[in-house]
């Protein structure tokens, strides 16, 4: 086994550890096909974008035009990272440019992936855009392939890349040594958040609006209760690595679930807060005050985590050297 240190210029080191042998070379080869599999997969859904945006500009529909040609960058951008999570110059990017898209993309999607499995028993029609009318199986299956497709393969390839290209991320054990305790602070608004999402999921109402209720359905506590999960697993994740004593869990575990809940949270919140402060564009189940600020916390809390996690890795790779 052997490390490739590469000097990015900024005083940031990348190290790459290349292990020999067939299991290496297994970890690779599966990287790869997750990648290729996400960046597929999200084609489906780009295609069936790409054939809304060109029914829509027949129809004369500027505001669907607008909204959908966001979700096409936002594919663009999910394929472009699903390639370069699969090819060899995806590991010769910087760390600044690839890990946002990661951070962000992993948050959007991944964080989805019990909502998926939970939502696939709700028995729903889905509307096709801007006219009510049923959307076609073929369309539903597409979208459907494309975000569970992506989901899937992130959840395996991006791991991996990580592992591979930040090693001291993952190695190891999570907890401080001896009764040396780290900056746990993030817990306390993920924890708030995981709270008042559960008790929206369960059925509870305070803070609700009630002028707004009539769309609020199982789906919709299905998709406030996986935001609970991604908060709690946040919150858990900055308790594993600033706890102070022995080693227990693997280190691995809090920082990808950190990562991904961090991602969830931040992105989510900022799509959201973004639709809450656009006047008339989007009417919230929460009273508007309330949405603001619940989104404005989870925005903080994503990157407060993230932090945490960045700091954890420099204090391990610093050790290492």
């Known amino acids: 086994m052997h490390a490739d240190v590469t000097n990015r210029g900024d005083n940031s080191r990348d190290v790459t550890i290349q292990s020999p042998g067939s299991r290496g070379r297994r970890r690779t080869m599966l990287r790869r096909v997750a990648a290729f599999g996400?960046?597929?997969s999200m084609s489906l859904y780009l295609a069936v974008k790409i054939l809304w945006i060109t029914l829509e500009v027949r129809q004369g529909t500027a505001d669907w035009v607008m909204l959908n040609l966001v979700t096409v960058v936002m594919a663009l951008t999910g394929i472009t990272l699903g390639l370069a999570l699969g090819q060899s110059w995806g590991m010769r990017l910087p760390a600044w440019l690839v890990l946002p898209l990661a951070w962000i993309g992993s948050g959007f999607l991944v964080s989805l992936l019990p909502y998926m499995l939970v939502?696939?028993?709700?028995k729903q029609d889905a509307p096709a855009p801007g006219d009510g009318a049923a959307m076609p199986a073929w369309e539903a299956v597409f979208i459907t392939v494309g975000f569970a497709g992506m989901a899937v393969g992130l959840v395996v390839a991006l791991p991996i890349y990580l592992a591979e290209r930040w090693p001291h991320a993952f190695a190891g054990r999570a907890g401080?040594?001896?009764r040396e305790a780290g900056g746990a602070w993030p817990l306390l608004p993920a924890a708030a958040l995981a709270v008042l999402w559960a008790f929206w999921a369960?059925?509870?109402t305070a803070g609700l609006n009630p002028a707004a209720l009539a769309g609020w359905d199982a789906n919709g506590r299905v998709l406030i209760g996986d935001g609970a999960l991604c908060a709690a697993l946040a919150g858990w994740s900055v308790w594993a690595l600033s706890r102070p004593g022995g080693p227990r869990t693997p280190l691995w575990l809090p920082m990808a679930a950190g990562f991904v809940a961090s991602g969830s949270l931040f992105a989510w919140g900022a799509w959201k807060l973004?639709?809450?402060l656009l006047p008339g564009a989007y009417r919230p189940f929460e009273y508007r005050g309330v949405a603001v600020a619940e989104h404005a916390v989870a925005i903080v809390t994503g990157l407060a985590v993230l932090l945490t996690l960045l700091r954890e890795h420099r204090r391990r790779a610093s050790?290492?050297?």
Do not use: I
């Open 274 to 276: 973004l639709w809450v």
């Open 119 to 122: 939502s696939a028993f709700l």
């Open 202 to 204: 369960a059925g509870g």
């Open 38 to 40: 996400a960046a597929g």
């Open 319 to 321: 050790v290492g050297r």
């Open 176 to 178: 401080r040594p001896g």
